[in-house]
């Protein structure tokens, strides 16, 4: 069974055009994350939503636009895709926002060219 | 702000050794201090983790030191095995919003 889960795992798309990727999680979580890690492998979040309430939104262009239908699942958004946007993408959950584990999507790659 | 430091940026260990991977912080709010493994393709997963009320953490062949004061801490793989040939990465956690913060990683190779 899949904890977290990602769609697509890879995206290839032209810039200027407008994406999305899915999250899912089925580990009963309530926090969930979005991450982007460069081509560097630094990793970095992006957002956090409680119980489908945003509680972490770090400097990300607003081309990037989370929403959260349920606890259950958290997407993401890309309007006007840039070249820089390419990085791999990684959807993550926890129960509770404090000391406890997140648990990693296998990530989507995503190539703007 | 790089808030997590890492070291070294990559490493490369005997089958048998010990592999040593050092972090430092600089914000005394956090207070949950995890490491993650990451093998290609994959995403991260959590190996290890300690709070700052402990000095050590022991799992298997894994072990956290912790210096509070130092405000460092640092993994050890012992029987360091070509399977755990991944990228590392600290991170701590803590503040009013409890981001977990990364290190920017550790590429272990482990030669047989």
């Known amino acids: 069974d899949t904890a977290v889960s990602q769609t697509p795992k890879y995206l290839v798309t032209q810039m200027g055009n407008d994406k999305s990727i899915k999250c899912e999680q089925n580990?009963?979580?309530?926090?969930m994350y979005w991450y982007k890690q460069d081509s560097k492998k630094f990793l970095k979040i992006m957002f956090s939503y409680n119980n489908k309430e945003l509680i972490i939104n770090e400097t990300v262009p607003n081309r990037f636009s989370p929403k959260s239908p349920d606890k259950a699942h958290l997407n993401l958004h890309i309007n006007s895709l840039e070249l820089g946007d390419s990085a791999v993408y990684f959807c993550?959950?926890?129960?509770?926002?404090?000391?406890?584990?997140?648990?990693f999507g296998p990530g989507t790659r995503l190539t703007v060219t | 702000q790089q808030q997590v430091k890492q070291s070294p940026q990559s490493l490369i260990v005997q089958k048998g050794g010990i592999s040593i991977i050092n972090c430092a912080y600089e914000n005394t709010a956090f207070d949950y201090f995890p490491w993650y493994q990451q093998f290609p393709g994959k995403g991260p997963a959590l190996l290890i983790a300690i709070r700052p009320d402990v000095s050590e953490k022991k799992e298997g062949r894994f072990t956290i030191s912790f210096n509070k004061s130092a405000k460092q801490f640092s993994l050890h793989i012992m029987d360091s095995q070509p399977g755990d040939s991944a990228t590392y990465f600290c991170a701590a956690r803590g503040g009013s919003n409890y981001k977990l913060t990364f290190g920017k990683g550790t590429l272990l190779t482990v030669n047989p």
């Open positions: 993550a959950s926890s129960q509770g926002t404090a000391r406890n584990e997140q648990y």
């Open positions: 580990l009963g979580h309530d926090t």
